[in-house]
């Protein structure tokens, strides 16, 4: 008997039971970051880039020991120890959501986009393209993937996201994918402890709850690529103990 595929929502987009949610465009795959794709994840970030999302560099992970304790690890450090473990779990939590977009030809790493819930509840989109990609309508094509996924298949009606009012590109990027502008807090603190001038931007749009893989809520994000404000809650990875 053939395949029954189910209707996510969203035309094209595999919904998996492992949380790995992918979709073509044009000219990319956009699909939930796993662990073993963090290094291309944070290699898209240039220093522009840095300096605009207020990175504080460099990632780290706490690992969680059996007796409770913590020990912090670089990414660099703690990616490859999972790996060996066998873990290689998506970013996929109801916190923090990454999206990984390749190039679907050569498969390399162009641009990526998250959703992470703020300190309101709501649900916040950002993201970054590659530095030698801009400008070429690869941010358009993945945020708005993403925000399909978002609204028609996580059932997230409305979309914010915040940006410097210096930061032409991304204001021109969020209108161009539907982002309208509204009101919110005209200082905010990056994770790096910059206060920035800010904009901020809404995108909504009528919602369909498709999910059948949603993100988990427990345990804590396994990784975090574009970090909300407060960084102790979420610049790490709190990962298990490979055993
Ligand atoms: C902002 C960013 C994500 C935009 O992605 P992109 O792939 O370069 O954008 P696109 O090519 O898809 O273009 C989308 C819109 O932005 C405009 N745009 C892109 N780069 C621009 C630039 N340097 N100056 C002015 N407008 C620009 C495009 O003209 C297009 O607008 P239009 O539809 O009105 O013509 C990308 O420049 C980036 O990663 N910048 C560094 C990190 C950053 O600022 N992230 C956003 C923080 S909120």
Redesign the pocket.
């Known amino acids: 008997m053939p395949a029954v595929l189910r209707d996510t929502g969203v035309s094209g987009l595999t919904c998996r039971r492992n949380g790995v949610h992918a979709v073509r465009t044009p000219r990319l795959r956009v699909a939930v970051a796993r662990l073993v794709d963090i290094a291309d994840v944070d290699g898209l970030r240039d220093e ?2 840095t300096y ?2 207020g990175v504080p560099t460099p990632a780290t992970a706490t690992v969680v020991e059996p007796d409770g304790t913590t020990r912090r690890l670089t990414l660099a450090e703690a990616v490859p120890m999972f790996l060996a473990a066998g873990l290689n779990p998506p970013a996929w939590h109801a916190d923090l959501m990454t999206f990984l977009a390749r190039d679907r030809r050569t498969k390399a790493p162009i ?1 990526h986009v998250s959703l992470y819930r703020d300190s309101g509840g709501g649900y916040q989109a ?4 590659g530095a030698a ?9 993945a945020l708005t993937a993403v925000c399909a996924i978002a609204h028609q298949h996580l059932g997230i009606a409305d979309l914010s ?3 410097e009012t210096t ?4 204001q ?5 994918c539907g982002f309208t502008p509204t009101t919110g807090p005209t200082r905010h603190t990056l994770p790096d402890g910059r206060v920035i001038d800010a904009y901020w931007w809404q995108r909504s749009a009528p919602a369909a709850d498709m999910c059948r893989n949603r993100p988990t809520t427990d345990p804590p994000p396994p990784h975090i690529a574009h970090p909300p404000a407060d960084p102790t809650a979420h610049r790490h990875a709190n990962l298990p103990t490979p055993r």
């Open positions: 522009v880039a605009v999302h641009v950002g993201g970054t393209v990609h801009r400008g070429q309508g690869y941010g358009r094509e996201a915040g940006c930061n032409l590109p991304s021109r990027w969020l209108a161009s």
